[in-house]
């Protein structure tokens, strides 16, 4: 079946440094994207979300991209901070508002 | 903005008990309703989709009979854990959507942690 995967598990970043998240879809139908949080022990927090029709988005230090020519998502945090660290999921909206959520990757942020 | 609650939000059973776990959506009617499993270092995976006033959609692989969903009001679904296994220790989290549009935003509940020993 098709699926929403990412390419890294883990991503350490430096506290103020930029951290990039990057995700591929490979259902090319999908027309809307979702990157949630989630802190450990807690359900996933929305962070931003995209249709299709754009390329990008921006939201308070976050900003996605999408490439629909590569299937590709990435969720840009800027000056990234010690309350980022969490593990970070794409998902993807299929028919009947069902989300299949990308396997996750960790943030973690040093000080 | 949109409050999804859970209960409990932790639970410890013995195998064979069966155990209902609640999701509210505290300040908004949801027409539609998600539940999904996680276990440990892994990604959500949807069980079932439960639709207020009619029985729930449960995904390949899913057992109805084992996990049993109720979506008796615009505010509140069960999942009823029966005869849970250790195998069932996961984390269970639920989601709502108010409209039912094709890309309403889902919000998540806090998650119900369930230990079967």
């Known amino acids: 079946g098709e699926s929403v995967g990412l390419h890294l598990p883990t991503l350490s970043v430096q506290e103020g440094d930029n951290s990039i998240i990057n995700c591929a879809y490979s259902n090319s139908a999908s027309d809307y994207f979702i990157w949630y949080k989630q802190e450990s022990g807690k359900g996933p927090q929305f962070i931003i979300d995209i249709r299709s029709n754009m390329d990008k988005r921006q939201g308070q230090r976050v900003t996605v991209l999408l490439n629909k020519t590569v299937k590709h998502l990435s969720l840009q945090i800027a000056a990234t901070q010690p309350g980022d660290s969490a593990v970070y999921f794409c998902a993807e909206n299929n028919a009947g508002n069902m989300l299949t959520f990308g396997g996750g990757t960790r943030l973690m942020v040093k000080p | 903005g949109a409050v999804v609650s859970q209960h409990p939000s932790w ?107």
């Open chain 2, 11 to 117: 639970v410890i059973c013995k195998s064979g008990t069966s155990v209902k776990i609640e999701c509210r959506s505290l300040d908004f009617q949801a027409t539609t309703m998600f539940w999904y499993r996680q276990f440990p270092k892994q990604s959500l995976m949807l069980m079932a989709t439960s639709n207020e006033g009619s029985k729930a959609t449960y995904e390949q692989g899913v057992e109805k009979d084992k996990f049993l969903i109720n979506h008796a009001s615009l505010t509140l679904s069960t999942l009823t854990v029966t005869s849970a296994h250790p195998e069932d220790s996961s984390f269970y989290i639920c989601s709502a959507i108010t409209s039912g549009r094709a890309t309403d935003t889902q919000y998540f509940g806090p998650g119900t942690r369930l230990t079967v020993l």
